[in-house]
């Protein structure tokens, strides 16, 4: 799943615990929402990584 996916996942998650009242599914979203986080960094990491190691090969 990539970082938007869980991020959107996790507003729906927390949008239905205020719904419902759910406490339990609001921290299920805020967590789903960090995870999304975490993968848009790590991706954002790899991007550069291979950037600068295609660049020194040039």
Avoid at 15 to 23: H, N, S
Wanted: glycine fraction near 12%.
């Amino acid at each position: 799943m990539s970082g938007n996916t869980d991020d959107l996942k996790g507003r729906a998650k927390e949008a239905a615990g205020d719904l419902t009242d759910d406490d339990g599914l609001k921290r299920e979203g805020k967590v789903d929402r960090a995870s999304g986080k975490m993968k848009d960094k790590i991706d954002d990491a790899k991007d550069m990584a291979k950037d600068a190691v295609d660049g020194d090969r040039k």
